[in-house]
């Protein structure tokens, strides 16, 4: 298994510009996770869905963040408009409830540059 | 949620053993405690978890206080690539929803191996 798909791996933009993030989860994995990492903040998490409906987006910064899972393959995050703030790495991460297990992969995070 | 106490680093020899340690004195009777680490540049991955009984896998022990109030991530043999941030982390399996939930992460302790 390739593990968790992320892309773009590095993203540099400028304030006030569209940025989306992509995000493919592992197949046959029923949850899906938005962190994000900070040097001041450490990982937060953003938003997650089960089954591709969002579950929680309590972590979402403000309105200028939305996240979409059209299917069970494949999320977005996008941001618009984008400030410096959101200067951070960005992780997907699935998961499939088995029992306890209650694993999360985590991708290898989009790092995100806003100018 | 219940919190969890790590301390900020440890430092290690390559070779010896590890025991990273975490308190958790308000965990409840369904809280898992989940290990992860994350590499440098890299993003978070699962190490271990366990509810009351001592577990082990192929990359690390985890030893459960009487308690439940702490508990010890061992590194038998510790590797310059075991040099990484863990953290401990309480999960409530009680909830519902067909899925899973989000990770809240702390600081987590840097762990720094020593050639």
């Known amino acids: 298994d390739a593990g968790v798909i992320q892309s773009p791996r590095h993203e540099v933009t400028e304030m006030g510009q569209e940025v989306t993030l992509r995000c493919k989860p592992i197949?046959?994995?029923?949850?899906l996770f938005w962190y994000r990492q900070t040097m001041m903040r450490g990982l937060e998490l953003l938003i997650y869905?089960?089954?591709?409906?969002?579950?929680?987006d309590s972590g979402m910064p403000e309105d200028r963040f939305s996240a979409k899972m059209p299917n069970a393959s494949f999320s977005t995050l996008k941001i618009q408009p984008s400030e410096p703030r959101d200067s951070a790495v960005y992780f997907c991460?699935?998961?499939?409830?088995?029992?306890?297990?209650?694993?999360?992969?985590f991708g290898p995070g989009t790092r995100l540059t806003v100018l | 949620d219940a919190k969890t106490t790590q301390p900020n680093s440890m430092e290690s020899n390559e070779e010896e053993p590890v025991h990273l340690p975490c308190n958790h004195s308000t965990i409840s009777g369904t809280d898992y405690i989940h290990w992860y680490r994350q590499l440098p540049s890299q993003g978070p991955e699962y190490v271990i978890h366990g509810l009351t009984s001592n577990v082990n896998n192929r990359m690390a022990s985890l030893a459960i206080a009487e308690d439940r109030k702490s508990s010890t991530l061992i590194l038998h043999r510790a590797t310059l690539r075991d040099a990484a941030v863990y953290y401990c982390?309480?999960?409530?399996?009680?909830?519902?929803?067909?899925?899973?939930?989000?990770?809240?992460f702390g600081k987590g302790t840097h762990l720094i191996i020593q050639p």
């Open positions: 991460a699935s998961g499939r409830l088995a029992g306890e297990a209650d694993t999360q992969y």
């Open positions: 982390i309480l999960r409530d399996r009680t909830y519902s929803g067909g899925g899973a939930d989000g990770l809240t």
């Open positions: 869905f089960n089954n591709n409906v969002p579950i929680d």
């Open positions: 197949s046959g994995h029923n949850s």
